[in-house]
């Protein structure tokens, strides 16, 4: 008898985004330069707060980030850091992160969505998207507003982030995180 595969977090939500006619959706600041708040979403919606989640619905509070930019953990801080123009105590680590998303609910429902998710930690141990998740979920379970992640790419990547997502969540989220 085969163990279930654990269900994603109803705050994790998967998107595949249709593809782009020039063959890549482009994402603010995956250049390096910094974020339009105005900008388009892959697939379609526009920030802020007005594009549209997956199945419909609105996008409170969103912002957008490049999973590209996320491969590395330092990457990600400093990715999230932008995006979510994090206070200038954020420690780029994951208890800073904790405290400065908490304290990004006090203001209201926040909706990250993740653009080439499936690059997100791609070039570290599968420990450290575990972490990652850890983090979001015990934010989420403690927010006073709602928090939401979109995992958003090509449809063809998805398969394979999902089995990268079922294996970390198998064996923690909503455990707490560890310092680092």
Do not use: F, I, K
Not at 41 to 56: F, I, W
Not at 131 to 149: C, K, N
Not at 162 to 177: E, F, I, N
């Amino acid at each position: 008898m085969g163990a279930a595969s654990p269900q994603a977090p109803a705050w994790l939500v998967y998107d595949g985004a249709p593809p782009e006619p020039d063959g890549g959706a482009t994402v603010p600041g995956s250049d390096g330069g910094p974020q339009s708040g105005g900008g388009a979403l892959p697939g379609g919606g526009a920030l802020p707060g007005g594009g549209a989640l997956p199945g419909g619905g609105a996008l409170p509070g969103g912002v957008l980030m490049s999973g590209t930019r996320a491969r590395t953990r330092a990457g990600l801080h400093e990715a999230l850091a932008e995006a979510l123009a994090l206070p200038g105590w954020y420690g780029r680590n994951w208890d800073a992160l904790a405290d400065a998303l908490a304290d990004r609910l006090d203001a209201g429902p926040l909706t990250v969505v993740v653009a080439d998710a499936a690059d997100l930690l791609a070039d570290e141990p599968s420990a450290q998207l575990g972490t990652l998740l850890d983090v979001l979920g015990a934010v989420a379970a403690g927010g006073h507003e709602t928090l939401r992640v979109v995992l958003r790419d090509h449809p063809d990547r998805l398969s394979a982030l999902r089995d990268r997502v079922a294996a970390v969540l198998g064996r923690r989220v909503g455990t707490p995180p560890s310092a680092g």
